[in-house]
């Protein structure tokens, strides 16, 4: 007699019918399970499976990796976004010092950023400076920033409402950055986490009080020592909750199911532990998976129909 063995993952790699049973699609490898298809009308970005930020093209799946453990986290699917400083990669040509002097670097920090150290001459609140485009009052914008120690051991991150002439920021030890001051609007949120080779990050959500037509965002080593550093690797403004790194602006995504037609129970699963159960969906080829979270690891179906 001759048995014939399969798994349930490679089910998920190809097409079913209704009455097929139970298929799982994995979306922790470095390819789309058949029958899958993104669509991005732009690059993107991601981490790859060796922990540097990496550029991928259009309509390429962004499968995003721990940074510093290296272990998957799924694939990346995530809606329209535009970075609204003015030079993502600190430079001399679209940042200027504020009382500072900067040097470029060449550091390739997560395999990507090149660097700027950036230098106060005496003053805690000196800093290098972005233009930004403005924003409205109340309007929620997540704020992140990629940086290294320099000799300071601290730093100094200012947004500026440039109608207003007042500032929202934080400062402190690296790694353990809290709010210095809420002038320009309240700032909460904050996350400060540590990547792995000597590279840090701190995000938080930024709730200004006021419009403005434009901004400035800088960056500074909180330091009353003529000389001492910091290193700007790169800055991220964002309306709304915030996403991957955008170096200026990336297009919506989409991942539709190709090779599928039934009434099926779909059951996404998410980083960090995420559920979402939908049932009784009409799935047919071009089904938009749309995904409620940003990073999808499993796709099960079940046909009912």
């Not at 909180?222 to 170096?247: C, D, H, K, N, R």
């Amino acid at each position: 007699m001759i048995m014939l063995g399969f798994s349930i993952a490679e089910l998920g790699q190809r097409p079913a019918i209704a009455g097929n049973g139970l298929i799982v699609l994995s979306f922790l490898t470095e390819s789309l399970p058949a029958g899958v298809a993104l669509s991005r009308a732009s690059s993107g970005t991601r981490i790859n499976p060796a922990g540097a930020l990496e550029v991928v093209g259009n309509d390429q799946p962004r499968f995003d990796y721990d940074p510093q453990t290296l272990a998957p986290r799924g694939l990346l699917v995530e809606p329209a976004s535009t970075n609204l400083v003015h030079g993502s990669e600190p430079n001399l040509t679209d940042w200027a010092d504020l009382v500072s002097t900067s040097t470029p670097l060449s550091l390739n920090a997560l395999g990507y950023f090149s660097g700027m150290s950036v230098a106060g001459s005496g003053a805690k609140w000196h800093r290098l400076q972005a233009d930004t485009d403005g924003w409205s009052a109340g309007q929620n914008l997540r704020v992140r920033v990629w940086y290294m120690a320099g000799t300071s051991g601290a730093m100094f991150l200012s947004l500026r409402n440039v109608d207003a002439g007042v500032d929202s920021s934080l400062s402190g030890t690296v790694g353990t950055l809290g709010v210095h001051s809420a002038a320009a609007g309240a700032i909460t949120d904050i996350v400060n986490a540590a990547l792995g080779g000597g590279v840090y990050t701190v995000s938080y959500t930024f709730t200004p009080n006021a419009g403005s037509t434009s901004g400035k965002f800088g960056i500074g080593p909180f330091s009353a020592t003529a000389g001492e550093t910091v290193v700007a690797l790169g800055v991220q403004v964002e309306i709304g909750t915030g996403t991957s790194y955008v170096p200026t602006s990336r297009a919506a995504e989409s991942v539709t199911l190709n090779g599928w037609n039934g009434i099926y129970d779909i059951v996404l699963t998410y980083d960090g532990g995420g559920v979402e159960t939908r049932n009784g969906v009409t799935v047919a080829t071009g089904y938009d998976l749309a995904p409620t979270a940003r990073r999808i690891q499993n796709v099960t179906l079940t046909p009912i129909a």
